[in-house]
């Protein structure tokens, strides 16, 4: 699908940093301009009855490559796409608290190597299977406590807590839950011209840097007792929302600078503030290991931001969603939007002083409170007063409004030359759950169209 823009100044800036012209000739203009390009996909599981449809047997897809994008460094017509944790559904009926069914719970999270070729079609190149620094597959079973976990219970589809030991009952001691300190829910995706990434996900928030391979080189996350870590994010980035952590990760045309944005506002100091706009960005240069932070003001109340990308040291392409279908509501918020960290508030630069005060656990406090409780309280204008200003933003592109994305999940970019981006939805899996089972995930009223990770194209011209 196409989306046409007047940006100029956008396709200016993208150009000097991509090092691409106009005129190159690029596999994408033959996408589909009214369905996009569905992404390849095998079948892991169809031995589930589809709780939308009964008479049905559920697929399961290895599909999942959605949950961000990124340029192939040096090839134009080939991006990297990221899998989450694996194929999962929300269950709130165990006995051991609520928590997650995975119906495949060795599933490794992986990058994917995409190519669009002449005619429009998407094909997987290669597959990088994540793995521990020893070569160990990962999986994206949660992490214990004090390293990301918020206590999320990983079942069976039949509703048993996943042990350790499979073939025995769950006990504390004994044969506890299968947790997994290396697993990943991934949700940002950087690749570097030297072959390695680094990946955002939404347990630690961690940012971990991985070879060519897929084996883990380093680890970036909140928790200095972590001896896996060589830098640490600000505190206040544990207490992330559960299932909202580091959605997206971008990296500066340099390759000096990772710059990450959470999904939404996080839970500090605790849930009472989670229907709010405000949402935080953190910078991490990698050549002197300093941090700077920024706030983003959503347009609406728990929206995501699910992606981002580098167009200078400074200006940055930001998803901001909602989460519902286009089938559901007409009003379904897809925006892309223009975000410049130039003219904002650095909050790690700001000294303490006797009403705003850098505390260890909770960041920036004013007056004793989080900049989520003085927002929830008094609102944006409380920060101004304090000479506390957010990133500029302005809009690039409205999917739903220009070309009827039908898809709930736009999670991915693929800047792809000064005029021309790509688009990426998470398929999920193909799966969804309903009333804590799992089901297909459909796209239609009517149950027909299942969900697919697709490639949609926006002109930027």
């Not at 990297?80 to 194929?87: E, I, M, S, V």
């Not at 706030?295 to 392409?317: M, W």
């Not at 004013?366 to 927002?375: M, R, S």
């Not at 089901?439 to 697709?454: C, E, F, H, P, R």
């Amino acid at each position: 699908m196409i989306v046409k823009k007047g940006l100029p100044t956008l396709a200016m800036a993208l150009l000097f940093n991509t090092g691409l012209t106009c005129a190159e000739a690029l596999n994408v203009s033959h996408v589909d301009s009214q369905n996009g390009a569905p992404l390849p996909y095998q079948v892991l599981r169809n031995d589930i009855t589809d709780h939308a449809k009964p008479e049905h047997m559920l697929e399961i897809r290895n599909g999942g490559f959605g949950s961000d994008m990124t340029a192939h460094p040096t090839n134009k017509n080939q991006f990297y796409a990221l899998t989450d944790r694996g194929p999962n559904a929300t269950y709130k009926q165990g006995e051991h608290g609520k928590g997650k069914i995975f119906p495949t719970p060795d599933y490794t999270p992986r990058i994917g190597l995409f190519e669009v070729n002449a005619t429009g079609k998407v094909t997987l190149v290669r597959t990088i299977l994540l793995k521990q620094p020893d070569g160990t597959p990962i999986t994206g079973l949660p992490n214990r406590s004090g390293l990301g976990g918020t206590g999320e219970t990983p079942y069976d589809t039949k509703g048993q807590p996943i042990t350790v030991n499979a073939d025995k009952p769950f006990d504390a001691k004994t044969n506890p839950l299968k947790l997994d300190d290396f697993g990943l829910d991934g949700e940002g995706l950087v690749a570097l011209k030297d072959g390695t990434f680094w990946v955002s996900d939404e347990y630690g928030p961690h940012i971990v840097h991985f070879d060519s391979d897929g084996v883990e080189l380093s680890r970036i996350n909140p928790f200095p007792k972590d001896k896996r870590t060589t830098l640490n994010l600000p505190a206040e980035f544990a207490n992330r929302r559960p299932n909202r952590g580091m959605e997206g990760l971008a990296i500066t045309p340099d390759e000096s600078t990772l710059v990450g944005i959470m999904q939404s506002t996080m839970h500090n100091p605790d849930k009472k503030v989670k229907d709010l706009n405000l949402v935080r960005l953190v910078t991490v240069n990698l050549k002197t290991g300093e941090i700077g932070q920024y706030l983003y003001q959503q347009e609406k109340a728990q929206n995501a931001n699910s992606g981002i990308v580098a167009l200078s040291a400074n200006e940055f392409l930001v998803i901001e969603r909602d989460g519902a279908f286009l089938r559901d509501d007409p009003n379904a918020m897809k925006h892309i939007y223009r975000i410049n960290l130039a003219k904002a508030t650095n909050l790690e630069a700001i000294k303490s002083g006797d009403t705003l005060v850098q505390d260890e656990k909770l960041g920036l406090t004013i007056a004793g409170k989080t900049l989520e409780q003085v927002v929830m309280a008094q609102g944006w204008d409380a920060l101004a007063s304090h000479q506390i200003t957010p990133v500029s933003k302005s809009l690039v592109a409205d999917l739903v409004k220009e070309v009827k994305y039908p898809h709930d999940k736009l999670e991915g970019m693929w800047l792809i030359n000064p005029t021309t981006l790509g688009v990426l939805n998470d398929d999920d899996f193909a799966t969804w759950s309903s009333d804590g089972k799992l089901a297909q995930k459909y796209l239609d009223k009517d149950n027909k169209v299942i969900d697919a990770s697709t490639l949609y194209i926006i002109d930027l011209k």
